[in-house]
């Protein structure tokens, strides 16, 4: 996961530097780690970004530079245009990139490490995005309405339809269709609900129907479970160790602080039968689940706990931001308040600092903060199809009551592609074009976007969230690369 330079690198530079007898590092963060961390969201796919590098051309420092200090003299590193994530430097590397400040050719091996991340960037011109390649067709399957949580922030409207075996092959046999005519070498499925553990039968044999259409098709697939994690049992998680699929669980608080967000339908805590069910069904069989966390008004405070539990088990987590629906609309208290988040994410990344894993986490840091380089959010209206129980097709999961039926034969991807998330890419967002983060951040989900401004060529409502967090966020990711590389214990 980390680059460090090789020796050689190391001995040019000492030679340029007489002043300082450290050899130059720069530690490297790359994009495609944990890109594909599991939430209810449609995955984003990293966009090529080139890095002009020559000998001859005078480089400069790249604009909208962002530096930050690290302990032991180290910084931090980032540029709008860097392809993955931030670098980080030890003196005599920062002490090369200030000399940068004259523009002047590449020479030292060190300045080519630089002008790769993006650090350096020609004096004439600026780094083209490309397009993303879109390989992976990603599909929600909402195998069933029924639910035994009632949290008050679910966009479900819950019933005890579920989706038929008829239906389901259906579904499975257009995505392929779908896959196969756009193009895509793999597909990913998401077995969701309400909660698809209460279907878990109809969720093995589609799984098995698709492993079976993805042989015949040559086509790569994967596939994560999205579920409460209240009602596992060993069968159920000796099936996605056997078959590789993955797991993801909700958890929005330790104790009480979880229990009032997802309470069970009957109104008591479904927190102690998380824990159990990680502790005694899933942690002993190697099944490590991604642990969801959901930001509300009501639990920002407890978003800390729920990280501290989730790094105490050695789980990879996310952070994400409670979105607003018309079942939700009347809880009032579930609202993003800027500060009140702000304080609540500020303290969870305490404990991050605080225990400090060396796994890769920061793309799940911040709701839908990516480091790879992208344009787009999510996958919605590109590679993204969101299937009802019914069998009808969404571009995203938070539209699964406007789904449209279709008939056998039809392409659901082209059906979708006009529907009313439009594709716009960050650089068309007024408020976003110039900003230093926006090929991280990309300017938030689109449906929160529309619904706090009416629009969807804008900044996100929850702007200030992402411009005072990401430094803070890139700042743990620094400090996490030095613990890697054995500067930080
Ligand atoms: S539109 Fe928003 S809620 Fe839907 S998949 Fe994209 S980021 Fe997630
Ligand atoms: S929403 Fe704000 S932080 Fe995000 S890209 Fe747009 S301007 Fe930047």
């Known amino acids: ?100 400040s004259q523009p002047q050719p590449l020479e030292q091996a060190v300045d080519f490490t ?21 390989a992976t067709l990603t599909a929600w399957l909402h195998v069933t309405n029924a639910c035994n949580l009632d949290c008050p922030y679910c966009y479900v409207r819950k019933s005890n339809q579920k989706m038929s075996a008829e239906t389901g092959q259906q579904v499975v046999d257009s995505i392929f269709r779908s896959a196969l005519k756009n193009g895509f070498q793999s597909i990913n499925l998401k077995y969701a609900g309400g909660e698809a553990a209460l279907h878990f039968e109809m969720v093995r044999q589609l799984h098995s129907y698709a492993q079976q259409s993805a042989c015949r098709h040559n086509l790569d697939l994967q596939a994560v479970v999205l579920s409460n994690g209240t009602i596992w049992t060993p069968p159920m998680a000796d099936w996605l160790v056997e ?15 979880h229990n009032r967000l997802r309470p069970t339908r009957g109104g008591k805590g479904s927190f102690a039968a998380i824990e159990r069910t990680v502790d005694t069904v899933l942690l002993p069989r190697g099944v490590q689940p991604d642990i969801s966390i959901t930001v509300t008004g009501r639990n920002a405070t407890a978003a800390a706990g729920a990280v501290e539990w989730a790094i105490a088990r ?23 308040e800027e500060t009140h988040i702000i304080a609540g994410l500020r303290e969870a990344y305490q404990v991050v600092e605080k225990h400090l894993p060396t796994r890769p986490f920061i793309n799940g840091l911040l709701d839908r903060v ?31 009551a406007q789904s449209i039926p279709f008939s056998t034969g039809d392409d659901p991807l082209d059906i979708i592609k006009n529907g009313v998330i439009p594709l716009i890419s960050v650089e068309e967002k007024e408020g976003c074009r110039t900003c230093p983060w926006r090929f991280r951040c990309s300017g938030g989900c689109p449906i929160e976007t529309y619904r706090g401004t009416g629009r969807f060529d804008v900044k996100s409502p929850h702007c200030n969230i992402y411009k005072t967090l990401l430094p803070q966020a890139l700042r743990l990711e620094g400090l996490r690369l030095m613990k890697v590389g054995g500067v930080l214990d």
């Open 1 to 100: 996961m980390v680059n460090m330079l090789p020796s050689t690198f190391v001995e040019q530079f000492d030679t340029q530097v007489k002043n300082d007898c450290a050899p130059v590092s720069v530690t490297l963060s790359h994009s495609n780690y944990e890109i594909k961390f599991d939430d209810d969201c449609a995955p984003v796919t990293a966009a090529p970004i080139s890095s002009p590098t020559e000998t001859t051309t005078p480089m400069r420092l790249a604009p909208q530079l962002h530096l930050d200090s690290l302990p032991h003299r180290y910084t931090l590193a980032i540029s709008p245009y860097s392809p993955a994530g931030p670098v980080v430097l030890n003196p005599p590397a920062m002490a090369r990139l200030q000399q940068f």
């Open 114 to 134: 630089l002008a790769a991340a993006n650090i350096l960037l020609p004096v004439d011109r600026e780094p083209q995005i490309e397009a993303a390649p879109l």
């Open 243 to 257: 078959n590789s699929v993955k797991l993801m669980i909700s958890l929005d608080g330790v104790g009480a602080a």
């Open 314 to 336: 050695n789980l990879p987590f996310s952070l994400n931001f409670y979105r607003e629906n018309a079942n939700s609309k009347k809880f009032g208290d579930l609202q993003l």
């Open 370 to 400: 990516q480091m790879g380089a992208h344009q787009h959010t999510c996958g919605a209206g590109q590679n993204y199809l969101v299937f009802s129980h019914t069998g009808a097709v969404a571009q995203c999961q938070m539209h699964l």
